[in-house]
């Protein structure tokens, strides 16, 4: 919903612009940015090599537990049931630690989506660098990214929120 919201609101300012022909818009591609630039694929090779590091590690919990399995499947038979229920808790226990592992590493928030976040840190804050200098230069009002439907640039005599904020605290009073 966000996205068609984002979409909409893109329409009406360049609808505007255009009809009021007052607004300098431009738009961006971030997707063509992100893929021409050699930093994004420094990153990319980076979380390439973490992830096949931590799919090994799963991988080895992973044949653990089906280890302990394949033992218990072929020598249940001859263990007692304290014996059993011992090693059924083991297997419970080696399959939450293996789903744990995999939300921790792998889920959302888990350690390899903070990596990705603090290694493209630097590059998105070079992209956004490069945006307000060509905005501001240039002279443009606006300037989107034709992928997400977003502002990326704006003037900021064209900001309202303080005055919306006014608003909102007259209309509390």
């Known amino acids: 919903m966000k996205i068609k919201t ?3 609101l893109l329409l009406i300012v360049l609808s505007s612009s255009i009809l009021l022909g007052n607004f300098k818009t431009g738009y961006i591609d971030s997707n063509e940015i992100m893929s021409k630039l050699e930093e994004v694929r420094q ?3 980076e979380l390439e090599k973490e992830q096949r590091r931590l799919q090994s590690e799963a991988q080895n919990l992973y ?10 499947e072929s020598t249940q038979l001859l263990m007692s049931d304290m ?22 590493k792998f889920g959302q928030g888990g350690e390899l ?7 493209l840190k630097p590059v998105l804050e070079k992209i956004d660098r490069a945006i307000q200098k060509v905005g501001n230069e240039e002279g443009y009002d606006y300037i989107f990214d034709a992928v997400a439907g977003a502002i990326v640039f704006a003037l900021e005599s064209h900001n309202v929120t303080e005055k919306v904020l006014d608003e909102l605290q007259n209309e509390t009073d």
């Open 6 to 8: 984002n979409y909409f």
């Open 43 to 45: 990153v990319q090779v």
């Open 63 to 72: 044949m653990e537990m089906d280890s302990l399995f394949k033992v218990f």
């Open 83 to 104: 014996k059993k229920q011992e090693i059924q808790q083991q297997l419970t226990q080696k399959q939450q630690d293996l789903e744990r592992f995999q939300m921790e």
């Open 113 to 119: 989506e903070r990596l990705q976040i603090q290694l």
